[in-house]
């Protein structure tokens, strides 16, 4: 008899976590997605969806550790899961699942205003990681803000989210796992149905749990159409974050990050001046059209919750939320995570638990 496992929340995160236990425990666990928003209408669906190995992971919170050796263990444990994530991504990139996909492999090029930045800890895992010189050739094709100092280019991954969570929900459906719309108030709802109960709620976890102060940090960007744009700009100066990211059929443009606000309304002062610091960069925007202006509300945490309740003995209830703009640079790293954890506490007995039906 397979053990129920419930994933609740459907955006990269739950997908992900979903697809990979339908994969790896076939035989042994029956998954259903519990969540009342699906694509396209989570804030995944709402997300730049550029694989960008950036130091979200650097520990920010100092009362969130304990000593200088697990802020250098979460930073191990982060860089582990981006790993993780980019080998599945060029397992899809190469395969043929990637005429629905869509990923593209291009360059970014990532802007600092700093001289003595220090190489990123991420550099051996990205593709063609190299200094661009600000008074290079290069650079001259670009009209980079004066003030940059450092420049890293490398190959990053970018995919329309949009078709990628169409793509992951419809391979966990082939496999067998269902889908449940609806909206819950608390977990304990669905704890006498499930023996395993994982929550990918992202943002919404804040409402779910009555002991966790995460925020939003809201987002705005704008899709246009400009198909001469092949390649990824991120410039981060300040609290505006500037960036120019290329997808199969689009072009995101941003962006914002307003933390503590929950407002998913568009506002259009945002999206004249997004318009105004992308074409500032990147002159020939202004002729490309707008085709949508997207609203999300990122996860925005000290640090990534992934681990075990100590408040449930049945049933195992696992927790994966608070990747601010990281979910889908960290899912499938995440997703193997909960698998471990799957397997070491129910798999193999050590949880001790025993299917519903058959208590």
């Keep these: 008899m397979k053990l129920k496992v419930a994933v609740v929340g459907a955006g990269v995160i739950g997908l992900s976590t979903a697809l990979h236990l339908t994969e790896r425990f076939p035989d042994a666990l029956q998954v259903t997605i519990i969540a009342d928003r699906f694509t396209p209408d989570t804030v995944s669906d709402k997300s730049a969806a550029v694989i960008k190995p950036l130091d979200f992971y650097r520990a920010k919170g100092s009362d969130q550790f304990s000593s200088a050796k697990d802020v250098s263990a979460y930073q191990d444990r982060v860089a582990r899961w981006y790993q993780d994530t980019m080998k599945r991504f060029h397992k899809i990139h190469v395969s043929e699942d990637n005429?629905?996909?869509?990923?593209?492999?291009?360059?970014?090029?990532h802007l600092q205003q700093h001289e003595d930045t220090p190489d990123p800890s991420w550099k051996d895992v990205v593709f063609g990681f190299r200094h661009v010189y600000p008074d290079s050739d290069e650079t001259s094709l670009f009209n980079f803000p004066p003030?940059?100092?450092?420049?890293?280019?490398?190959?990053?991954?970018?995919?329309?989210?949009?078709?990628?969570?169409?793509?992951?929900?419809?391979?966990?459906l082939s496999k067998g796992a269902t889908i449940k719309k609806v909206k819950i108030d608390s977990l304990q709802e669905i704890y006498d149905g499930f023996d395993v109960v994982v929550n990918?709620?992202?943002?919404?976890?804040?409402?779910?749990?009555?002991?966790?102060?995460?925020q939003p940090a809201r987002g705005q960007h704008i899709l246009v159409k400009a198909p001469w744009i092949n390649h990824c700009i991120h410039y981060d100066p300040?609290?505006?974050?500037?960036?120019?990211?290329?997808?199969?059929?689009?072009?995101?443009?941003?962006?914002?990050?307003?933390?503590?606000?929950?407002?998913?309304?568009?506002?259009?002062?945002?999206?004249?001046?997004?318009?105004?610091?992308?074409?500032?960069?990147?002159?020939?925007?202004?002729?490309?059209?707008?085709?949508?202006v997207s609203v999300g509300l990122r996860p925005l945490r000290s640090r990534i919750r992934l681990e075990k309740s100590l408040e449930s003995?049945?049933?195992?209830?696992?927790?994966?939320?608070?990747?601010?703009?990281?979910?889908?640079?960290?899912?499938?790293?995440?997703?193997?995570?909960?698998?471990?954890?799957?397997?070491d506490s129910v798999i193999k007995n050590k949880h001790r638990l025993?299917?519903?039906?058959?208590?």
């Design 147 to 172: 003030e940059c100092k450092t420049i890293w280019s490398y190959s990053t991954y970018t995919v329309n989210p949009t078709l990628y969570l169409q793509w992951m929900q419809k391979q966990i």
């Design 99 to 109: 005429s629905e996909v869509k990923l593209t492999l291009l360059a970014q090029y």
């Design 313 to 343: 003995e049945s049933p195992l209830v696992i927790h994966c939320y608070g990747h601010g703009g990281q979910g889908i640079t960290l899912s499938w790293g995440c997703a193997k995570e909960i698998g471990d954890i799957v397997q």
């Design 200 to 214: 990918c709620t992202g943002v919404w976890a804040s409402h779910l749990l009555e002991k966790e102060s995460m």
């Design 354 to 359: 025993v299917p519903r039906s058959c208590l």
């Design 238 to 292: 300040g609290p505006k974050r500037t960036y120019i990211i290329a997808r199969s059929d689009s072009v995101a443009l941003g962006g914002t990050l307003e933390p503590g606000n929950w407002s998913e309304k568009i506002e259009e002062e945002t999206t004249k001046e997004i318009l105004k610091r992308c074409t500032e960069i990147e002159p020939s925007l202004a002729k490309a059209e707008v085709i949508g």
